[in-house]
């Protein structure tokens, strides 16, 4: 498939522009108010295989009594890039994998418009467990999840951090709009980081796709 069929495949027409050099994808904004990393996490010896072993063996909250699997994270543990989503649903629940089903394979496109293969990049999600029926998490769940999340960007050192839709509050704990989140460069652990759509809400919202493509170029000039 050529760039314009993986645009299609994810409901975003192209057209020929008149003048390709003077399609100009504008620079984010840099943000200076990001949060510092709060949550400590003891690690006997600091490595992704001990960090796995401890996130599966978590009985931190309550969702371990619900969970079928541990959804810890998946890919290239050299990635440039993170791609972080909020918490496993209920097929990542059953197979222990991110973001499989159809948000899943809206990602995979987004990411091959922009040249990236999922193999590529590594991705995590702020909750490593899923709250049953699909609710919100609260805010013990995620205060005893964050820090394996802080411990796997403190290991991949990626060199850009894109994260979706509301696990964007958490890690940087505001409530601002998304909308207004966006074109923003925003640090964390030092790396940058940007904001966009979850898939999950372009699959209901399909106009905003264009808009997260417009993050997904401007995302592509840090790597
Ligand atoms: N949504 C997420 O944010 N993460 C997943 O793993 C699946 C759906």
Known sequence: ??????LKAIGIETWQPRDAECRVVEQPVICTDTP?????????DDTWASLQAQAEACHACDLAQTRNHVVFGV?????DLLIVGEAPGVNE????ELFVGRAGQLLNNM????????????IANVLKCHPPSGRDPQAEELSSCVPFLERQIAL???????????AAHVLLETTEALESMRGKEYH???????????????LRSPKEKR?????????????
């Open 1 to 6: 498939m050529n760039k314009a069929e993986y």
């Open 36 to 44: 510092k990393i709060k949550h400590i996490i003891a690690v006997e």
């Open 75 to 79: 890919g290239n543990q050299q990635a």
């Open 93 to 96: 629940d059953k197979q222990g």
């Open 111 to 122: 990411l091959l418009s922009i040249g990236l293969q999922r193999e590529q990049i590594y």
């Open 156 to 166: 991949l050192q990626p060199k850009i951090i894109l994260i979706l839709g509301r």
């Open 188 to 202: 964390y652990q030092n790396i940058p980081l940007l904001v966009s759509y979850h898939p999950a809400y372009l």
């Open 211 to 223: 808009k997260s493509q417009q993050d997904l170029l401007m995302l592509k000039k840090y790597l």
